[in-house]
Structure formats: C-alpha cells, structure tokens
C-alpha cells in the first residue's frame, strides 16, 4: 500500500485497510460487486473517520452501514457481509 503524504491520518490509514480487510476476508471480487453502502460505509464508519457528514453519497453509504451494523447482534460481520447482495 502506498500512502501520499497528506494520507498520514489515522482515520485515513485506518480505512484503506478496513478496504485491505474486506479483500481477504471476503474476495476481491466481492469487494468490487457488493453494494457501495457495505464497502464504502464500512470503511467509513469503522475507521473511525471524524468528518460528519460526509458528501453525498457517503454519509449515506457510512448511514446504511451502520444501521445495518448495528442490527447484527452477536453475528459476525464477515459472516453476515457474505449474505449481503
């Protein structure tokens, strides 16, 4: 992974490998075909990202994620992000 200079935010750094993650756990074709609100959302909201709202369409994205998130109970989030079409 390469990092620009103004990258070195833990935030920033936090969601590129959130995104790192996704790829091994679920594939990266999955990663690249499963809805932006679980990619990008993700990565948004557990990363810890401070800037509230974000633009369209990721304040969005970050906003279904975690509703979604928030509903899993006890069940893995990889496992219950598999299930996501």
Same mark, same amino acid.
């Not at 279904?64 to 893995?76: K, P, R, S, V």
């Given at each position: /992974?390469?990092?620009?200079?103004? +990258?070195?935010?833990?935030?920033? %750094? ?6 790192? !993650? ?19 959302? /993700?990565?948004?909201?557990?990363? +810890?990202?401070?800037?509230?709202? %974000? ?6 994205? !970050? ?23």
């Amino acid at each position: /992974m390469i990092v620009a200079p103004r +990258g070195w935010k833990a935030f920033y %750094l936090a969601h590129e490998l959130i995104h790192y !993650r996704q790829a091994e756990t679920l594939g990266n074709l999955a990663v690249a075909t499963q809805p932006k609100w679980l990619v990008e959302g /993700m990565a948004y909201s557990l990363s +810890g990202d401070p800037r509230h709202p %974000l633009g369209p369409p990721f304040e969005q994205w !970050r906003s279904q994620f975690e509703t979604w998130h928030a509903g899993l109970g006890a069940q893995d989030i990889w496992d219950a992000a598999r299930g996501v079409h």
